[in-house]
Each structure stands twice: as structure tokens, then as C-alpha cells.
């Protein structure tokens, strides 16, 4: 039987099958895994078996080896060299005088390259900036812009059922939100009601999407358009 483990990258907040092949690992287990961005320590969420080889063996990403005393202590260097990087482009930004919010700094694990994810409402010329910021870190830079959810999804927070973020713990892919989905499940349209910690609607609509309840009266004051929403169709494939 094959094992599969299941590893939560922390860094890109991202869970993925890896080949375990015959290391003993359990959950809460610390390992080292092969990405497409190259090597990156993650945290073994669950393991599952398979009875039979899937096709194209050699594809599969795989563990490397179960992480030890010298890779923890990587780890920590990674982390403590991201907090210098982030004082020093905060500065730098500052300086510039750029419209930009820097959420968060990521080394990889080589070294060979710091990212900088960032928010901002339009383009930013940010030329200036990388010029300083590879001349003082001395290694490559990407700037990357990202969005507010994936600023959520990456930053983590409470929502408002008292539970960590669904977009950071679990959820693999954004999906569109719709207030049609809202109306289908006759709740309160309140904007406050309906908007995450990013200020877009709630991912958690979408779990009961196709779970309506009864259809409302004729002449309830509902829209016509709205009858759309509760037809007899069988419902599409799950968006998570």
C-alpha cells in the first residue's frame, strides 16, 4: 500500500498529497517536501493509503525526509532573516514615499530569492525600491501584488463564528461569491452580516449554496429576477 501524506505548506498556506513511501510519519509530524517552488518544509496533516500505484509514479512530489534538529533550526534563520527583511523594506517604502501595504516577506527555503507580497489599489512603480532592496539583502527580489483575500488567506484572523479563517486553514481556491447566493438562502442582506475580516462576502456561503430553503410565496415582495434561484435543476458539483 502506498502512503500519501498530506502536508500543509505554512509559508503559502497550501496542503498537498506528497509520496511518503516508507518513512513512519504521523500527524503534526514535521517534514521536508518537494514543490514546484523548490524545497519547503510543512507540517503532515493527515495520512491516507492507496491500494494500487496511481499512473506516472515518478510525477508525484515526495517527502524527502522527515525533519530534523538542523533543518527546525533552518527554519528559524528563514524566519528571523524574513523579520529583518520586512523592517528594512518598510523603511524603504516609506522612504519612496510608495501607496503600497507590504502583508508579508517570504524567503525560500535555499535563500535564493525573498518575495514580498503587498496590497495597493493600483499600479505601483516600484523600481526604485527593488534596486535598494537587492542591493541591501544582497539576494533576488519578486514583488508580488496580491489581493485582500489572498492578503486574508495569508495573514489568517478570526472570523465572526468565533473560528479561525476557513481561507487560511483549509480552502484551497477562491471561488466567486454571489449575493444571489445570500438570497437563495433568505438571509439578511446586511452587508456587515454577509462580509468577512476582508470585506468581500463570506466563503462560508457558498457551503450551503445548494441547500435552499423553502421557496418563497408568490407576491412576498420578492423580485422577479430572483426566481431564477429556486428552481428543481439538480445542483452542480461542489465548489469545495
Same mark, same amino acid.
Given at each position: 500500500?502506498m502512503q500519501i501524506a498530506h502536508v500543509r505548506i ?5 496542503t498537498e498529497g506528497y509520496l511518503a513511501e516508507d ?9 521536508? @517536501? ?8 510543512? *507540517? ?19 517527502? #524527502? ?18 523579520? *529583518? ?18 502583508? !508579508? ?17 493600483? !499600479?505601483?512603480?516600484? !523600481? ?19 489581493? @485582500? !483575500? ?18 487560511? #486553514? ?6 466567486? @461569491?454571489?449575493?444571489? #447566493?445570500?438570497?437563495?438562502?433568505? &438571509? ?16 462560508? &456561503? ?24 429556486? *428552481? ?9
Amino acid at each position: 500500500m502506498m502512503q500519501i501524506a498530506h502536508v500543509r505548506i505554512a509559508d503559502c498556506c497550501w496542503t498537498e498529497g506528497y509520496l511518503a513511501e516508507d518513512l513512519a510519519l504521523i500527524k503534526g509530524d514535521q517534514c521536508i @517536501v518537494q514543490t514546484n517552488r523548490g524545497t519547503e518544509m510543512g *507540517t503532515v496533516v493527515f495520512l491516507s493509503g492507496q491500494e494500487t500505484a496511481p499512473e506516472n509514479t515518478a510525477k508525484i512530489p515526495r517527502v #524527502i525526509r522527515k525533519a530534523n534538529a538542523k533543518d527546525l533550526a533552518l527554519y528559524q534563520k528563514k524566519r528571523s532573516r524574513e523579520d *529583518t527583511a520586512r523592517k528594512i523594506s518598510q523603511d524603504l517604502i516609506r522612504k519612496h514615499k510608495l501607496v503600497m501595504k507590504l502583508t !508579508r516577506v517570504e524567503y525560500l527555503w535555499d535563500g535564493s530569492k525573498v518575495i514580498f507580497y503587498y496590497t495597493a489599489d493600483g !499600479r505601483v512603480d516600484f !523600481r526604485s525600491l527593488v534596486k535598494d532592496l537587492a542591493s541591501s539583502l544582497k539576494t533576488r527580489i519578486e514583488m508580488r501584488q496580491i489581493g @485582500v !483575500r489572498d492578503e486574508a488567506k495569508l495573514l489568517g484572523g478570526v472570523g465572526c463564528c468565533g473560528l479561525p479563517l476557513c481561507c487560511h #486553514i483549509w480552502i484551497q481556491k477562491f471561488y466567486p @461569491v454571489s449575493i444571489k #447566493i445570500a438570497k437563495r438562502q433568505c &438571509l439578511n442582506l446586511n452587508p456587515s452580516r454577509l462580509s468577512g475580516v476582508c470585506g468581500r462576502l463570506m466563503c462560508c &456561503l457558498m457551503y450551503e449554496k445548494d441547500a435552499p430553503s423553502e421557496p418563497p410565496a408568490p407576491g412576498d415582495g420578492h423580485d422577479e429576477q430572483d426566481e431564477e434561484l429556486w *428552481t428543481d435543476e439538480p445542483a452542480g458539483p461542489k465548489s469545495f
